[in-house]
């Protein structure tokens, strides 16, 4: 029956691979026996239920794999027909790489390699953090195992190597990897690339090895799992050594890795893998088979926690509703509790970022996050102590230098579910992060990315870390909220938006230097995107259209402009994002057509011109210098800006 159930999967692979005529048949045919007793034997999922918070985590790293987890997803139970797979990479629910809200049962897009184990990083992290907090003895609430299965590309990522070592260093017993090692890539063997030896390497990084020789050998899987799981203060590597494109001609090469094996070839593979049964025909006995050891079990694993979770809402009423509320994420931010944070006459948004989010951080205890060895800097800090396998209650996450890894954790935490998660770095750096960024918005999750040290103010340290196309290419990324908050008014806002998302990350844009706080900036005008932040005395004569720093600079730059007896209009627009959402006689209002606007921003000019054929931006890199001596090389000075506008 465990053979005719992993022929099952086999088969389902190739044969929807073969009809899309697209696809990677070569791990479904090799890793279907490790993907088969992990589910039926190990995996404590709910898949009538699938978003039950104490459910083990399953992320196929290797997403090109994608027709192995639909078709074990399929026979499982979860809501993917018989009609999806036959549809798999045509529109509808079966996409080429996993995608999560998209598809029932899938936890994670994995779509460039290395994020789906980053990400298993991030769920692994949540479930100590939840478990310090709310576990009681004899009532362990959150208590689950992440598993990931993966492949040699996920490993070559860089990514993931970072993601690894952060891993290993936190001690984090629950991440099981499974590593479908055979030894074949895209372009060939893997040793063309690669020559390290795993088992040295992941020892090194604080891993257990566990190396399972026969990858069809059911028994070494298992109990490799189980040795695995015994393992409490070391996350496991489970090398499995397989052959790509099991039973298929040229099963151990390249060429079953990304192609379709093709009908002539599924139908000699049916006779040597004895499988008599027609395209997309799948035995009753194999469905009751998978709904007894995956649906049934499942269901009676989260039986048992439920009446355990009543019996601990009984004795622990307190931690069950913060527990619930922590599940739930949904709370208000009560902007009254922080206006006193905007008092000062001028001060860094950095600064006030910093002092928003400890405030913040005492009231909401799921607010946990990081930054990449910045936190001096960046005041992306996280409170009650510094998180490691000694302290799982400490809510500042020590990054390390590994922005790539950082970004990927911080969705893999708010994929878990319960946490509020942010992260911190120099502005420069979302470069490194902006993969995960991206995939953020892809899976419209409320991953919160703090950058401070936003533009050429930065000064001495140079065009390396001066961002100038940065901002434009991350307000170009669907469902993304960038806000760059010209004070401290509008940063208190950014982080109550931030906060309250439940399918937008978002992006804070900080300064390094000081600015000053206005009295007119307000929570409802960022909320809209852009608004006027000082208006025109008499009839309008132009406006002053900026963001950030640059707000400060179009209110001094106004006052230049009155004294030649023109009306000028400032407006700040925090949230291109939020304002292109805005109706259209809202944007009339605060843009009004046949009116000279002036945008204004020291970084690429590009995302201005939606808004005015007029912007005063800067299109070359930066150069290493004091901040005030930057600002006039580039012309920006109130003068400066006056002038362009009366041109």
């Known amino acids: 029956m465990e053979n005719k159930a992993i022929n099952a999967l086999r088969f389902l692979g190739v044969d929807a691979i073969n009809k899309a005529n697209s696809g990677h048949p070569g791990i479904v045919l090799g890793s279907a026996p490790m993907a088969y007793k992990l589910f039926t034997a190990h995996l404590n999922i709910d898949v009538k239920k699938p978003n039950w918070i104490n459910r083990d985590r399953f992320v196929l790293s290797a997403g090109h794999g994608s027709m192995l987890l639909y078709a074990l997803n399929h026979l499982s139970g979860y809501k993917i027909s018989m009609e999806d797979l036959e549809n798999f990479r045509s529109i509808g629910n079966t996409p080429g790489h996993p995608e999560y809200r998209h598809t029932d049962g899938v936890e994670a897009t994995t779509g460039p390699l290395g994020q789906g184990i980053s990400n298993a990083v991030g769920m692994a992290i949540a479930e100590t953090h939840l478990a310090a907090r709310f576990n009681k003895p ?68 604080g891993w257990q090895h566990i190396l399972v020789e026969d990858g069809n050998d059911l028994n070494q899987i298992n109990k490799a799992i189980n040795k695995a799981k015994k393992d409490s203060n070391r996350p496991s590597m489970i090398e499995v050594k397989t052959i790509i494109g099991f039973g298929a001609t040229k099963q151990g090469t390249s060429s079953v890795h990304g192609s379709p094996i093709g009908f002539e070839e599924a139908t000699k593979l049916r006779e040597t893998l004895n499988w008599p049964y027609k395209p997309f025909e799948i035995p009753e006995d194999v469905y009751n088979h998978f709904h007894k050891k995956v649906t ?187 806000i760059r908050p010209a004070d401290a008014s509008e940063t208190i806002a950014a982080w109550k938006i931030a906060l309250e998302s439940k399918e937008t990350p978002t992006v804070i844009v900080l300064t390094r230097q000081n600015v000053t706080n206005y009295q007119h900036t307000s929570y409802d005008g960022v909320l809209k995107g852009a608004y006027i932040v000082s208006k025109e005395e008499n009839e309008l004569d132009g406006i002053l259209l900026s963001a950030g720093s640059e707000v400060d600079l179009a209110m001094q730059a106004k006052e230049i402009l009155k004294e030649q007896g023109l009306n000028i209009r400032v407006v700040s627009m925090p949230s291109q994002f939020l304002f292109d959402k805005q109706t259209k006689k809202y944007q009339k209002e605060v843009l009004p057509r046949r009116k000279k606007i002036l945008a204004i921003e020291m970084a690429s000019s590009m995302p201005w011109y939606k808004y005015t054929k007029d912007v005063y931006g800067l299109d070359t890199f930066g150069a290493s210098a004091p901040m005030e001596d930057v600002l006039k090389l580039f012309n920006f000075t109130k003068e400066a800006i006056a002038e362009a506008f009366l041109k």
Not at 178 to 192: C, E, T
Not at 302 to 311: E, L, P, Q, T, V
Not at 420 to 444: E, H, N, Q, T, W
């Open 138 to 205: 004899e009532f362990n609430v959150m208590d689950h195992y992440t598993y990931v299965i993966c492949g040699d590309g996920d490993l070559q990522e860089g990514v993931a190597l970072e993601s690894i070592s952060l891993a290993g260093h936190l001690g984090l017993g629950k991440l099981i990897v499974l590593f479908d090692s055979n030894d074949i890539q895209l372009d060939g063997k893997v040793s063309l690339a690669y020559s390290e030896d795993h088992k040295k390497k992941f020892e090194a990084m």
């Open 296 to 482: 049934l079990r499942g269901q009676r694993v989260h039986k048992k926690w439920k009446i355990m979770f009543d019996a601990y809402q009984e004795k622990y009423a307190e931690e069950a509703e913060l527990f619930e509320s922590f599940i739930k994420n949904d709370y208000k931010i009560d902007l009254l509790e922080l206006e006193d944070l905007a008092n000062a006459p001028e001060e860094a948004t950095r600064n006030v970022s910093g002092k928003v989010l400890q405030r913040l951080s005492q009231k909401h205890l799921n607010i946990i996050g990081g930054s990449a060895d910045l936190t001096a800097s960046t005041k992306a800090k996280g409170a009650d102590g510094n998180y490691d396998k000694d302290h799982r209650l400490a809510r500042n996450i020590n990054f390390g230098v590994r922005e790539h890894a950082m970004g990927a954790i911080i969705n893999g935490m708010t994929l878990h579910g319960g946490l509020k998660v942010f992260g911190g770095a120099f502005f420069v750096f979302s470069d490194y992060m902006k993969p995960a960024i991206r995939l953020a918005a892809i899976m419209s999750i409320p991953s919160i990315f703090v950058f401070s040290h936003d533009s050429i103010a930065v000064g001495e340290d140079g065009p390396t870390h001066q961002p100038i196309e940065q901002l434009a290419g991350l307000r170009a990324i669907p469902n993304l909220n960038v």
